[in-house]
């Protein structure tokens, strides 16, 4: 089932988002790349956080914006009781700064199950390697929780709850 449901994600990926990689249809530049819950440093506030900053910049690359986007979304989305709604004042926050394309906001399903299948498969992968490090395994079973969750949701219920308010 798992191998089933990954490489229809990564077919879908390679249909939808790899032709537009390089077309002038997506606006691209330095990304991230890794923007996740250990890459953002906080700072609290009186009854509050604030975000002071991001840090690990190794995985910066030239990309589509969308693929920061996606990155982020794939991993904030992680372990929330409402994952879908959870990251909708992020997507609104993100593109009220730095509005995408329309073509880039259809691709964004796709984009962020590539990266949660990304991060699965090399996750198994490199734990096969290196058994004793835990480490590895931080992102795989929430990882593959949301993956179901937005499969069994679907590009058009996930596009509609997500971009509802643009």
Not at 8 to 19: A, G, S
Not at 38 to 48: A, G, P, R, S, Y
């Amino acid at each position: 089932y798992q191998y089933r449901t990954l490489e229809t994600i990564l077919d879908k990926f390679e249909t939808n988002v790899v032709p537009l990689i390089n077309s002038s249809t997506l606006l691209s530049g330095v990304i991230h790349g890794d923007c996740n819950l250990l890459n953002v440093v906080v700072t609290e506030t009186d009854d509050d956080f604030q975000i002071a900053g991001v840090i690990d910049f190794s995985d910066c690359t030239v990309s589509p914006f969308v693929f920061d986007l996606g990155t982020s979304m794939a991993y904030f989305m992680m372990e929330r009781d409402n994952p879908l709604e959870f990251i909708k004042p992020f997507i609104t926050g993100y593109l009220s700064v730095f509005p995408l394309s329309e073509t880039a906001l259809d691709i964004l399903y796709y984009v962020v199950l590539g990266r949660l299948a990304q991060s699965y498969i090399i996750g198994m992968w490199t734990y096969q390697l290196e058994p004793s490090n835990k480490y590895i395994l931080t992102d795989v079973e929430p990882g593959w929780k949301l993956i179901e969750i937005l499969v069994n949701k679907g590009k058009k219920k996930c596009d509609t709850i997500w971009l509802e308010m643009i």
